[in-house]
């Protein structure tokens, strides 16, 4: 009888605390390190705190097609989020800073350096950008910054870093 009333006592605990918060239990994000306006957290996000956009903290790893890269950016699940997006040229301008220089692993083409913060990895200077005009759009160089834009009719294949806005 006393077995029965424990177990039930701890069924009852166990329930109480699945349904307290009124949704799943979430894991507390940490944050790893800071770099300025920018935050790493151990979910594999970095933001921009004077955006408050919530980047990915690495690109795709390697060549990507415009089409590929909105639908990668569509599909990312990291962090536990699932609308992620491609950036807008503007936003990739936000991040470049000529202050910053440091060297990714693709350095062919961008012999200047990467002018980001390194809490970001990106494999290729260049990033795909949608302009969220008429959904096209192009790929910015954080080598040459926002005067180095391309358009993406260019055979080249940069890499694709999603975002999402703050929530």
């Known amino acids: 009888m006393i077995r029965t009333w424990m177990a039930l ?7 109480a605390s699945c349904v307290s918060g009124g949704g799943p239990v979430v894991p507390k994000v ?5 770099n300025g306006r920018f935050i790493a957290y151990d979910n594999g996000t970095v933001k921009d705190s004077s955006t408050g956009l919530l980047w990915a903290a690495g690109d795709n790893g390697g060549p990507i097609t415009w089409e ?8 990312y699940r990291v962090g536990g989020y ?4 491609m950036p ?7 991040l470049y800073n000529p202050e ?8 062919e083409g961008c012999k200047g350096g990467y002018h980001i913060t390194d809490l970001i ?7 795909w950008y949608w302009n969220g005009v008429d959904e096209v759009g192009g790929f910015f160089h954080f080598d040459t910054g926002p005067d180095g834009w391309r358009d993406q009719a260019l055979s080249l294949h940069p890499r694709a870093l999603p975002v999402r806005d703050p929530s």
């Open 100 to 107: 910053i220089t440091n060297r990714g692993t693709y350095d």
């Open 68 to 75: 590929e890269a909105m639908k990668f950016c569509r599909d």
């Open 30 to 34: 940490l944050e790893t390190s800071q």
């Open 9 to 15: 006592g701890f069924l009852a605990v166990l329930l």
């Open 121 to 127: 990895h990106i494999t290729c200077c260049c990033i």
């Open 82 to 85: 699932d609308d992620w997006r």
């Open 88 to 94: 807008t040229q503007e936003e990739l301008t936000a």
